[in-house]
């Protein structure tokens, strides 16, 4: 009992004197307001604790916690020092669980990496602890938007005691998305082989029986890889070590050398929807029994790895209308996919009605049709592309690209758009862990002062 009084005066009366001469230098030298949210290493923190690592550790996340509370309305707010409070909390009591689960959620807010980089830390030291890595899991499915990863991640969480059944159901969801069937099977057949109920049982074999059926498909298709594509329903494949140009069967995307504007504009769209899903990924295709078309393209019917079916994918998304000018075995599927697709406003039948969104949750919008409102911070000239940037912190960064040589089609100057509040609309894209739109035509910026 005295020794643990002894402690809790020793941390009250040292503790202060330890913020103070660390950041005594910063306050002269920058007027911060948060620089006394420095602490020293959470090793040596421990070491002064004597004994009593919780008591300190509640301290630095009380601390914490009233740190971000107090900024949570700030909008543009970094938290700077909110890794490293969480950072010194989890070396001075890094047995507490909790203390990786808090930090994690606030600093998704914040930088996902962070929130994922303390995760990995936790699981260092709770190899057992399920939840640690189904939240990374979550963090690279939801705000990164990588199933592969996300894959790994709740597999990993459905092979510790004490998970739920919706994390080896994901896990297997994930994979089977990627077009890792096998993979997926494994994950779905543990969970299987070791539960007694009888419902989740009979859940999760009809799963596996689904996926052993695509594989069976799989098997009576031919693998190919997309090299380029061209527009919405024409692309280059390589198959069987012979690159061939293909059309899809069914599908009547809008044409990219349109000369009306608008009309070129939703066939640019239908492209990036097309580039997006296809270029440079593995496929199956099924060849029409018509063979070739008086282009002399392969007429064929195309799968994704995860066997969506392309062709009806995008009709049903709105990048393309259904061809009907020949019988094919799918046209009755397709013509129900567009008019759903018609009824729900959904792709290019909605381009203009988009619900305009903050830059930030850009993320978020990979593989739509969106639109972003933004103030452009700055107009920067690259090699071949100019930048409407969101922001000047290139971490934090979403764009609206312009090819230089679209740059004609503006009447008005591209440098006039900076400092203005614009919406821009277009197909969300990644480049290089970055958000962005590419600007076709002066159809998809919309001035919103």
Same mark, same amino acid.
């Given at each position: 009992m005295?020794r643990?009084?002894?402690a809790l005066i020793?941390i009250?009366?040292?503790?202060?004197?330890?913020?103070f001469?660390?950041v005594?230098?910063?306050?002269?030298s920058?007027?911060?307001p948060?620089v006394y949210?420095?602490?020293?290493?959470?090793n040596?923190l421990?070491?002064?604790s004597?004994?009593?690592?919780?008591?300190?550790?509640?301290?630095?996340?009380?601390?914490a916690?009233?740190y971000f509370g107090s900024?949570?309305?700030?909008?543009? $707010?970094?938290?700077e020092?909110? $890794?490293?409070?969480?950072?010194?909390?989890?070396?001075?009591?890094?047995?507490n669980?909790e203390? @990786?689960?808090?930090?994690?959620?606030l600093l998704?807010l914040?930088?996902?990496n962070l929130?994922n980089?303390l995760?990995?830390?936790g699981?260092?030291y709770?190899p057992?602890?399920?939840?640690?890595p189904?939240l990374?899991?979550f963090? @690279?499915?939801?705000h990164?938007?990588e199933p592969?990863?996300?894959?790994? $991640?709740?597999e !990993?969480a459905?092979?510790l005691?004490?998970?739920?059944? @919706?994390v080896?159901?994901?896990a297997?969801?994930?994979y089977s998305?990627i077009?890792?069937?096998? #993979?997926?099977i494994k &994950?779905?057949?543990n969970f299987?082989?070791?539960?007694?109920?009888?419902?989740?049982?009979?859940?999760f074999?009809?799963?596996?029986?689904?996926?052993?059926q695509?594989?069976r498909?799989?098997?009576?298709?031919i693998p190919?890889?997309?090299t380029?594509?061209?527009d919405?329903d024409?692309f280059n494949? !390589?198959i069987?070590?012979?690159?061939?140009?293909?059309?899809?069967?069914?599908v009547d995307?809008?044409?990219i050398?349109e000369?009306?504007?608008k009309?070129?504009l939703m066939?640019?769209?239908?492209?990036?929807?097309?580039?997006?899903?296809l #270029?440079?990924?593995? &496929?199956?295709?099924? +060849?029409d029994?018509?063979g070739?078309?008086?282009?002399?393209r392969l007429?064929?019917?195309l799968?994704?790895?995860?066997?969506?079916f392309f062709?009806?994918?995008?009709?049903e998304?709105g990048?393309?209308n259904v061809?009907? *000018?020949?019988y094919h075995?799918?046209?009755?599927r397709?013509?129900?996919? #567009?008019?759903?697709?018609?009824?729900?406003?959904k792709?290019?039948?909605?381009?203009?009605?988009?619900?305009?969104y903050p830059?930030?949750d850009?993320?978020?919008l990979?593989?739509?049709?969106?639109a972003?409102?933004?103030?452009?911070?700055?107009?920067?000239?690259g *090699?071949?592309?100019?930048?409407?940037q969101s922001?000047l912190?290139?971490?934090r960064?979403f764009?609206?690209?312009?090819?230089?040589?679209d740059?004609g089609?503006?009447r008005?100057?591209?440098?006039?758009y900076?400092g203005?509040? +614009?919406?821009?609309r277009g197909?969300?894209?990644? @480049?290089?862990?970055?958000p962005? +739109?590419?600007?076709h035509s002066?159809l998809q910026?919309?001035?919103?002062?």
């Open positions: 005295k643990n009084f002894l020793i009250f009366l040292t503790l202060p004197l330890i913020v001469f660390n005594k230098s910063s306050f002269l920058k007027p911060n948060d949210l420095y602490l020293p290493s959470g040596y421990r070491t002064l004597m004994g009593n690592p919780s008591f300190l550790g509640d301290l630095i996340m009380a601390r916690l009233t900024h949570y309305y700030q909008r543009g $707010y970094k938290y020092w909110l $890794y490293h409070l969480f950072d010194v909390l989890t070396d001075i009591d890094p047995y669980k203390s @990786y689960l808090i930090g994690a959620r998704t914040v930088d996902v929130s980089k995760l990995e830390k699981m260092s709770h057992d602890y399920w939840k640690i189904e990374i899991g963090n @690279y499915f939801y990164l938007k592969a990863k996300a894959a790994k $991640y709740y !990993i459905s092979s005691p004490g998970h739920p059944p @919706y080896p159901s994901l297997g969801k994930f998305e077009g890792m069937l096998e #993979e997926a &994950v779905l057949r299987y082989e070791t539960t007694e109920d009888k419902r989740l049982k009979e859940d074999g009809e799963q596996i029986e689904e996926l052993e695509k594989i498909e799989r098997r009576e298709k190919a890889r997309v380029k594509v061209f919405g024409t494949l !390589i069987n070590g012979r690159e061939e140009k293909v059309r899809l069967v069914g995307a809008p044409e050398d000369e009306r504007e009309v070129r066939g640019l769209l239908a492209r990036d929807f097309a580039q997006f899903h #270029e440079n990924k593995d &496929v199956y295709i099924l +060849i029994k018509q070739r078309d008086r282009y002399g007429l064929i019917y799968w994704l790895p995860s066997m969506v062709n009806e994918l995008i009709i998304e990048f393309a061809y009907t *000018r020949f075995p799918y046209q009755k397709f013509i129900e996919a #567009e008019r759903v697709a018609r009824e729900r406003n792709g290019l039948w909605g381009f203009g009605k988009e619900i305009p830059p930030q850009a993320i978020y990979l593989g739509k049709l969106c972003i409102r933004f103030k452009v911070q700055k107009v920067y000239f *090699r071949s592309v100019v930048y409407l922001s912190d290139w971490q960064n764009n609206a690209v312009i090819f230089l040589n740059t089609r503006f008005k100057g591209i440098k006039e900076e203005k509040q +614009i919406i821009v197909f969300m894209k990644k @480049y290089k862990e970055h962005e +739109i590419i600007v002066p910026i919309e001035e919103n002062e």
